[in-house]
C-alpha cells in the first residue's frame, strides 16, 4: 500500500470487468490480491499483474478489509458470498459490482450482515474500456459512511460513484442504464444497418453523426466495429439478456411490459438460438442487416 487512504481490497471474478477493475487497483497499490474460479484465468492474470492469489474466497475475505466481487448472475453471486462468508469479520465490505435483482443484492446483505460485516451493492456503467481505464460509473446502495470510507480505493476503478439509497437502489439504478443501453443498441444497429444498404461510406458516418445529437457512447465505440464485422465483447449479450430479463421481472410487479425490454429480448432469444451470445451486444447489427436481405 502506498497511501494510508487505501483499503486492502481483494477480487473475486477476473473476467472481462474484474480483470480491468483488479489491475487499476493493483497499479494503486490496493490490491491485497484476487481469487477466480477458474484458476488457470486468474493465474494468466497474476502472471500479467505480479499480483498474490487466494486459494478461495474465504481466504481471500479473510485477508481484505474490502472485498469487491465481479461475477456472471444472481446465483453466482449468492454462491461466491456463502463461500467467502467464513472469512468476513466486523467492519469488512463486500461490494459488488455485478449486474442483478435488487432483490438479490438485499439478500446477499441480509448473508453478509448476519457475520457483522457490510454489503454495498454497486453495479457499474462504462464497458470493458472503463474497467480497463479506471473510468467506470458506479451507482451504489447501502450505507453512505460506508461507501465514503471506500471513495479513495474506488478512485483507481471509477471516475464517478453516486450513493443512491439503501442497498438494492444501486441495482436498481442499473436496470435503469440496461434499459437504456437496449434502446441505444436498437437505434444505432438499425440506423447503421440502413446507412450501409444506402451504398454510404460508413465511417465517415459514424464521425458526422457521432458529433451532432444523435452522438452517444455506444456509436463511438462500437459503430465502427459493427461495421467491420467485428463483435469481440465488450458486453456479452447473454449479459445483458440476463439483466433484461431481471428488468421484465421488475416491470411485472408493477402490472407493466416495457416494449423496449421485450423487443429486444425476443431479438436476442433468436440471436442467442444462433450461438452469438458470447459475442457484444452490437451482434444485433447481424439482425438489423438481415432486414435488408429479407426485403
Ligand atoms: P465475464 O467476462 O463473463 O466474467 C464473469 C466472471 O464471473 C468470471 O470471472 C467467472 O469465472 C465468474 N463467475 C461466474 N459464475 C461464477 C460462480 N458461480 N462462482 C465464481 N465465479 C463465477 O463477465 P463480465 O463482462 O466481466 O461481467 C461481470 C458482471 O459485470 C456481470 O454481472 C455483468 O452483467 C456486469 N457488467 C458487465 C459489463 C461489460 O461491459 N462487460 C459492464 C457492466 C457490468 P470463470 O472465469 O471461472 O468463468
Not at 50 to 76: H, K
Not at 248 to 259: D, F, I, N, S
Request: with cysteine; glycine share 12%.
Amino acid at each position: 500500500m502506498t497511501d494510508s487512504n487505501l483499503i486492502k481490497t481483494g477480487v473475486i471474478g477476473l473476467g472481462t470487468m474484474g480483470q480491468g477493475m483488479a489491475a487499476n487497483l493493483q497499479r494503486s497499490g490496493a490490491l491485497a490480491g484476487a481469487w477466480n474460479r477458474t484458476r488457470s484465468r486468474a493465474e494468466a492474470f497474476a502472471d500479467e499483474h505480479n499480483c498474490t492469489l487466494f486459494d478461495d474466497p474465504t481466504s481471500l475475505a479473510a485477508g481484505c478489509e474490502l472485498i469487491i466481487t465481479s461475477v456472471s448472475a444472481d446465483n453466482d453471486l449468492l454462491q461466491v458470498v456463502d463461500q467467502l462468508l467464513s472469512g468476513l469479520a466486523l467492519g469488512k465490505v463486500v461490494l459488488d459490482t455485478s449486474t442483478v435483482n435488487s432483490e438479490t443484492a438485499r439478500e446477499a446483505a441480509r448473508r453478509v450482515t448476519d457475520r457483522g460485516a457490510l454489503f454495498l451493492d454497486a453495479p457499474v456503467s462504462g464497458g470493458s474500456e472503463g474497467a480497463i481505464n479506471g473510468t467506470l460509473a458506479m451507482m451504489v446502495g447501502g450505507d453512505a459512511a460506508t461507501l465514503d470510507r471506500l471513495r479513495p480505493t474506488l478512485t483507481a476503478i471509477t471516475n464517478s460513484v453516486t450513493h443512491m439509497g439503501p442497498v438494492g437502489s444501486g441495482q436498481a439504478t442499473k436496470a435503469v442504464n440496461q434499459i437504456m443501453v437496449a434502446g441505444i443498441n436498437q437505434a444505432v444497429t438499425e440506423a447503421l444497418a440502413f446507412g450501409q444498404q444506402q451504398g454510404l461510406d460508413m465511417h465517415k458516418v459514424i464521425e458526422v453523426v457521432g458529433g451532432g445529437a444523435a452522438g452517444n457512447w455506444f456509436l463511438d465505440h462500437r459503430g465502427k466495429t459493427m461495421v467491420n464485422n467485428s463483435f469481440t465483447p465488450g458486453f456479452k449479450l447473454a449479459l445483458h439478456n440476463k439483466d433484461l430479463e431481471i428488468i421484465r421481472q421488475m416491470a411485472a410487479q408493477l402490472g407493466v411490459e416495457l416494449p423496449i425490454v421485450e423487443m429486444t429480448l425476443a431479438d436476442y432469444r433468436s440471436l442467442l438460438n444462433e450461438g452469438h451470445g458470447e459475442e457484444d451486444i452490437s451482434t444485433l447489427f447481424h439482425h438489423k442487416r438481415d432486414l435488408f436481405s429479407d426485403g
